[in-house]
């Protein structure tokens, strides 16, 4: 079966700070991956998404950007933080077969201060 | 423009009620998937169902009902004889596949307490 881990579940860190978040998928090849972030406990965006390895699609343009340097990881980066990047993030993977369904990951809870 | 409505911020019931939540939906495709996602305090959204635009059946699982109706643009859910374990947010989304976008787009949820 397929699990989708995310790391870390917590993150505090400072204005101006870097982030890195990271995404990992088992049980399935070549699966699209996704970013969203959650404010304010509501209201899922969409950040990026890719279909293969290092091909990224941003959905919203921001001081945020992904990379994809395996099959099955997707990392969320930036290199400073702002405090409106606070949010809870997730990560989500579709099937090359299905690509409508998306399931997600547990989440990383960021809090910018 | 795809959109999604749920105007139903907060609902709260008491245990054993029925509750129904309702999500409107707004897209110009003719093919698309509807959603709905679970979202317990944890955080993680767990998927409960897929609909695609070219089945109108309503789904029922277990105390789980999903009413699919394209005349009205709504794809709404029903929990029979609610549980407290099913307080958590309620998302509905809708994609487009023909839009050449994998973007999901998500209602604002509904927020569903359950009360013992």
């Known amino acids: 079966s397929q699990t989708i881990h995310q790391w870390p579940a917590t993150l505090v860190q400072p204005v101006g700070s870097p982030l890195s978040l990271e995404c990992t998928v088992e049980g399935t090849s070549n699966p699209n991956l996704y970013w969203y972030r959650q404010a304010a406990g509501r209201g899922l965006q969409l950040l990026f998404y890719s279909v293969g390895i290092g091909q990224i699609s941003s959905e919203v343009p921001q001081n945020l950007s992904a990379s994809r340097p395996q099959d099955r990881q997707f990392i969320l980066s930036s290199k400073k933080l702002l405090l409106s990047d606070s949010g809870f993030y997730l990560c989500?993977?579709?099937?090359?077969?299905?690509?409508?369904?998306?399931?997600f990951g547990p989440g990383t809870r960021l809090t910018v201060l | 423009a795809q959109k999604v409505t749920q105007a139903q911020t907060e609902i709260s019931v008491v245990e054993k009620e029925d509750v129904t939540l309702d999500c409107v939906y707004e897209?110009?495709?003719?093919?698309?998937?509807l959603f709905w996602y679970k979202q317990p305090p944890s955080g993680e959204l767990v998927f409960l169902i897929r609909r695609n635009s070219f089945d109108e059946q309503n789904e029922i699982s277990g105390r789980y009902s999903w009413n699919f109706q394209k005349s009205t643009s709504s794809f709404n859910f029903t929990i029979t004889a609610s549980q407290v374990v099913d307080s958590a947010v309620y998302f509905c989304?809708?994609?487009?596949?023909?839009?050449?976008?994998?973007?999901?787009?998500f209602g604002k949820g509904t927020k569903l307490s359950v009360i013992p």
């Open positions: 989500a993977w579709s099937a090359v077969g299905d690509t409508d369904t998306q399931y």
């Open positions: 897209t110009r495709d003719t093919t698309y998937y």
């Open positions: 989304a809708l994609s487009a596949p023909g839009a050449g976008s994998y973007q999901l787009t």
